[in-house]
């Protein structure tokens, strides 16, 4: 394991996972760092309007990533840079890994203030390197890796970078006698894991509207409903409604400022529209280029329906902006619709809040209404 002390480390980050992660994984670092009381974590963006002013020196210009930096006998700050369109959300979640294991491996005993970054001293390899193993196994044990595992399988489970994914598999195959410390191998005994959701890299809601080229620099808004629990994803505008319930209790965030976002409420989205894996079982209709019904009539089961309306019931096929909107208080608001079509999930048009046809026709029932999951027999 070269000239660094890892059973000190393996120690300190298994003691961490049992006393602060009950062995749980993926670990939610920003929530792990939380529980030390002694430990302040704060952005890039933050450092930049406040301490950079004085210091004379951007985050940016210490480190690209993150540092830390001792403020007392016993206190420190971590300071790290979340901008996901620079850096994929596993990758910060190994940098605050690391700063973590500068701080509980007692790197700042021999100093004050920052550790040895740029302008601040020589780096220090061998504390760096010491980091970087902590971090790989708070975030992904290598005593609880098997070398039957596939770089993927290892990637999801722990919510880690390819890199580390390669490095602990490696590592477990170099050293296969890797197991827990034998004060906490009855917590190690059996992974309790709930993969992280990370709709980061999925399709948009209008993807088919840009070229390949365009989608590249375009601007990405991701939106969670903190009433239904939706998401979805749109190119170049924000969404001001929720498609599948009509709230506008919307959170939104984009590629640069998704990291806090999905250690948080990523996790508990319930329903996606392009994903395999939903808890809620909404309806999704398939439609054609132009918006239309592209599956039999959901209620009269005419199985070609053609033109703008269903030749046997009569229903609309379209999914449209209705232009209007019932409030709280029962009233009906009146709007001119908007003109582009709706998808076949939508019961609410994400930019006024109107009613969709689908949902006023009955093809989509409401956002509360659940349905029974389909066997497939």
Known sequence: MGKYDYPKINYTAQKVLVEKCDVTFPVNILELISLFS????????????????????RAEQISDEAFSAKVSNDSYIVFYNDDTSLKIPQRIRFTLGHELGHI????????????PRNGFGVVDSELESEADIF???????????????????????????????????RTKKQYPWIKAHYAFQNYFSAIKS?????????????????????????????????????????????????????????????????FQFHETDE???????????????????????????????PKCGNEHP????????GSGIINKCTGHREEIDG???????????????????????????????????????????????
């Open 135 to 169: 971090s790989s196994e708070i975030l992904c044990p290598t005593c609880l890796t098997s070398t039957e595992w596939s770089q993927e399988f290892v990637e999801k489970l722990f919510d880690v970078s390819g890199s580390v994914a390669k490095y602990t598999i």
């Open 306 to 313: 053609t033109g703008n309306f269903c030749s046997v019931c």
């Open 38 to 57: 002694n430990i302040n974590i704060s952005t890039y963006k933050e450092f930049n309007e406040t301490i950079a002013l004085s210091l004379g020196k």
């Open 194 to 258: 709930k993969p992280h959701k990370n709709f980061f890299d999925e399709s948009a809601r209008n993807e088919d509207d840009y070229n390949s080229w365009y989608k590249i620099v375009a601007n990405y808004y991701y939106h969670f409903c903190r009433d239904c629990k939706s998401f979805e994803i749109n190119i170049d505008s924000k969404l001001i409604f929720c498609g599948i319930c009509g709230s506008d209790n919307l959170e939104v965030v984009n590629r640069n400022n998704y």
């Open 104 to 115: 509980l491996l007692g790197h700042f005993n021999n100093y004050e203030g920052f550790l």
């Open 267 to 297: 996790q508990e989205v319930k329903f996606f529209p392009r994903g395999d894996d939903n808890e809620m079982n909404y309806r999704v209709l398939e439609l054609d280029s132009e918006g239309r019904l592209a599956q039999p009539c």
């Open 331 to 377: 009233n009906l608001t009146i709007f001119e619709p908007c003109e582009l079509p709706l998808k076949g999930y939508e019961r609410y048009c994400p930019d006024c809040g109107s009613n969709s046809t689908f949902l006023d026709n009955g093809f989509l029932p409401a956002w509360n209404v659940i349905l029974p999951v389909e066997l497939p027999f």
